[in-house]
């Protein structure tokens, strides 16, 4: 199974920016669906940002649509979420996840859809 480590997390003031990387250990990572969530404390897991192995299909969740990019590079091995705007409810911890699901990327919205996780990375906004 492929391995994620999410990496950039750190604080930040409430407007600025952050991208987090999520970086898998093998290839094979270009055949899987991708996606960011997050968890803030006292809270369920959520959905932040979903892309698909071809990453022509990507899905954003209401509170971050606009202020977030999610993006992939295959050749790397890589996704990247780019966080502007950042708001102090976006302090969370922040999970990468893969699954080998190839439905369109809103359809895969919900944490029991993916199969593998990074262990996390902490975002912090102050106001």
């Known amino acids: 199974q492929v391995q994620l480590v999410e990496s950039g997390g750190g604080s930040v003031q409430a407007a600025g920016s952050l991208q987090l990387s999520c970086t898998a250990s093998?290839?094979?990572?270009?055949?899987?669906?991708m996606a960011w969530f997050r968890q803030a404390p006292g809270k369920e897991r959520e959905v932040v940002a979903v892309?698909?192995?071809?990453?022509?299909?990507?899905y954003y969740s209401d509170a971050v649509k606009g202020r977030f990019t999610i993006a992939r590079d295959s050749g790397k091995a890589t996704m990247t979420l780019q966080m502007n705007n950042l708001k102090p409810e976006d302090k969370a911890v922040y999970y990468c996840a893969s699954d080998k699901d190839r439905r369109p990327a809103y359809m895969l919205a919900s944490e029991s859809d993916f199969s593998n996780w990074g262990p996390g990375t902490q975002v912090t906004v102050s106001s």
């Open positions: 892309i698909n192995y071809t990453g022509g299909s990507t």
């Open positions: 093998d290839f094979a990572f270009r055949s899987y669906t």
